[in-house]
């Protein structure tokens, strides 16, 4: 699979969210902040996930429909993605 630019964006700013959540931690900082700040690193992680699934799906689908193939199995490959990432 191609990743984007728009997925490597994603991913950096993550990295730099979880930095701030170090540095909150490092520095005692109160419970509601480094909580916000993990909710909002998982919330990153959710859309980034969905992002690189949608484009895989994607690629998957084009393909598969230029080979003349069944595209059900990369639709239920994708759910199935989606649905482990959530567990």
Known sequence: MEYNKEVL?????IEGQVRG????????DECKSVVTQLS???SAVDK?????????LE???ISDIQE???TSQAVNDAVE???????
């Open 9 to 13: 964006n994603r991913l950096k700013r």
């Open 21 to 28: 959540s170090i540095r909150l931690i490092e520095e005692q």
């Open 40 to 42: 909002a690193i998982r």
């Open 48 to 56: 980034a996930i969905a992002l690189i699934v949608s484009k895989n």
């Open 59 to 61: 690629q998957c689908l």
């Open 68 to 70: 003349g193939r069944e």
């Open 81 to 87: 993605l989606l649905v482990k990432s959530r567990k």
